[in-house]
T-cell receptor, first 112, second 115 residues
Framework: AQSVTQLGSHVSVSEGALVLLRCNYSSSVPPYLFWYVQYPNQGLQLLLKYTTGATLVKGINGFEAEFKKSETSFHLTKPSAHMSDAAEYFCAVSDYGQNFVFGPGTRLSVLP | EAGVTQFPSHSVIEKGQTVTLRCDPISGHDNLYWYRRVMGKEIKFLLHFVKESKQDESGMPNNRFLAERTGGTYSTLKVQPAELEDSGVYFC?????????????FGPGTRLTVT
């Protein structure tokens, strides 16, 4: 069975500071890994995904994530936070893009 | 290209009533999924259609929930009768094979409140 844990249900950073949102997964098959973002009153938007190949994945809005198999991690980072990054972020694992299992989400607050 | 749409965006009903949620997937997507997020917990898988057939309905909580996908196009999720614990946000997603597997595109969700 697959599972996802996200450390920290709520993370606060100052504007301009590094954003680091943690995601660890377990999977019995080579995982496909995703980060989704949900802005207030909107649906889930794909930030980035890892399927195969390069382990450092770049996404939209300056976000990136690195797949580390040895650590079973897929942490999301952004060098400099903007106020517009305030949202809820979900890490997900799937087998080949089907059967998604989501983490509990991390709410990011950006302080001026 | 239009994305996944869901209707209504918000529904408030009383316990015991019936509610029907609708999802229109991206045109041409054979795969359609329903998910639910209850009370700020994880987003949980409910079921998966491939065209009009139910591929996996292991996540459906009980027989008060009925999902259909007529003609392999839009899908409906009916809750009858609704209970308080059914409150939450119901997401729909659709996907098609892209050579690197499937990427699911999510709709905005329907927020269901049962009072």
């Amino acid at each position: 069975a697959q599972s996802v844990t996200q450390l920290g249900s709520h993370v606060s950073v100052s504007e301009g500071a590094l954003v680091l949102l943690r995601c660890n997964y377990s999977s019995s098959v080579p995982p496909y890994l995703f980060w989704y973002v949900q802005y207030p009153n909107q649906g889930l938007q794909l930030l980035l995904k890892y399927t195969t190949g390069a382990t450092l994945v770049k996404g939209i809005n300056g976000f990136e994530a690195e797949f580390k198999k040895s650590e079973t991690s897929f942490h999301l980072t952004k060098p400099s936070a903007h106020m517009s990054d305030a949202a809820e972020y979900f890490c997900a694992v799937s087998d080949y893009g089907q059967n998604f299992v989501f983490g509990p989400g991390t709410r990011l607050s950006v302080l001026p | 290209e239009a994305g996944v749409t869901q209707f209504p965006s918000h529904s408030v009903i009383e316990k015991g009533q019936t509610v029907t949620l609708r999802c229109d997937p991206i045109s041409g997507h054979d795969n359609l999924y329903w998910y639910r997020r209850v009370m700020g917990k994880e987003i949980k898988f409910l079921l998966h259609f491939v065209k009009e057939s139910k591929q996996d309905e292991s996540g459906m909580p009980n027989n008060r929930f009925l999902a259909e996908r007529t003609g392999g196009t839009y899908s409906t999720l009916k809750v009858q009768p609704a209970e308080l614990e059914d409150s939450g946000v119901y997401f729909c997603a659709s996907s098609q094979f892209s050579g690197f597997g499937y990427e699911q595109y999510f709709g905005p969700g329907t927020r269901l409140t049962v009072t």
